[in-house]
């Protein structure tokens, strides 16, 4: 795999990070799933964290097969 293309999953990984830790996140899921997710201020719970952890690797694992799709 070449430097280029692993700068690129990187950079994709800490922007869907970014996305993922947010506050804003926090509480748009917790308008969905209730106050288990987070607190009104978007602090997360420690099931919010859990879920958002699975999402997260979910969503890195889909990103690499799609980018690996073409091969």
Avoid: D, W
């Amino acid at each position: 795999m070449s430097t280029q293309k692993e700068l690129l999953y990187s950079a994709q990984a800490a922007l869907l990070f970014v996305v993922f830790s947010s506050p804003m996140t926090y509480k748009l899921i917790r308008k969905v799933l209730g106050p288990v997710i987070s607190n009104v201020e978007g602090l997360p719970h420690p099931t919010g964290i859990a879920l958002h952890a699975i999402l997260f690797g979910l969503t890195v694992f889909l990103l690499m097969k799609l980018n690996t799709k073409g091969k």
